[in-house]
């Protein structure tokens, strides 16, 4: 069983940034994809961000391309997402996911992926 943990959201003021982390525990392998969504108020889920545990394969969604970078720390089983040029319209819960590696499966795709944390509030206002 894999358990994420979310941390690093908050109130940032529009231009700003933030780190968030995703901390996965159990039996995670490297060939797991690691995701990022968003889901603002209202909307459906969306895609953010992936990499896989091996650190090839980095992906991203139009909303955050060119603001945002995901990474990751093997040692802390930790993936980043480093968020640049906050918008309002970036304000959104932050989702952390993963999931095994599928064969003609799509992992923009929120449905792709096997497990979820909690999500960590992201709020960009001035």
């Known amino acids: 069983q894999v358990q994420l943990v979310e941390s690093g959201g908050g109130l940032v003021q529009p231009g700003g940034s933030l780190r968030l982390s995703c901390v996965a525990t159990g039996s995670t392998h490297s060939t797991y994809i690691m995701g990022w969504f968003r889901q603002p108020p209202g909307k459906e889920r969306e895609f953010v961000a992936s990499?896989?545990?091996?650190?090839?394969?980095?992906y991203y969604g139009d909303s955050m391309k060119g603001r945002s970078t995901i990474s990751r720390d093997n040692a802390k089983s930790t993936v980043y997402l480093q968020m640049n040029i906050l918008k309002p319209e970036d304000t959104a819960v932050y989702y952390c996911?993963?999931?095994?590696?599928?064969?003609?499966?799509?992992?923009?795709?929120?449905?792709?992926?096997?497990?979820w944390g909690q999500g960590t509030q992201v709020t960009v206002s001035a």
């Open positions: 990499i896989r545990w091996s650190g090839d394969g980095t």
């Open positions: 996911a993963a999931s095994p590696p599928k064969p003609n499966v799509v992992f923009t795709i929120a449905g792709a992926y096997d497990h």
